[in-house]
């Protein structure tokens, strides 16, 4: 298990960014008393829940007229 400070070295973020995602639910967690522990289980979920998908259109391939 994870401490928010591991938490956060690993994603390259601030420990407040990570409180944050705690507080509006949105990293789930373990609490034992003031301890607040993360598992590799719901980082990843956490992360996965954040990902950005694009969606790109598929262009026709261009014929250069030099080619």
Do not use: C, W
């Not at 598992?39 to 990902?51: C, H, K, P």
């Not at 950005?52 to 261009?62: A, C, D, M, Y």
């Amino acid at each position: 298990m994870m401490t928010v400070k591991d938490v956060a070295k690993r994603l390259n973020v601030s420990e407040g960014a990570i409180y944050k995602a705690i507080q509006n639910g949105a990293l789930e967690h373990h609490r034992f008393g003031a301890a607040i522990r993360v598992t590799d289980e719901q980082l990843a979920e956490y992360l996965d829940e954040t990902r950005i998908r694009v969606e790109r259109e598929q262009t026709p391939l261009t014929r250069f007229k030099h080619l």
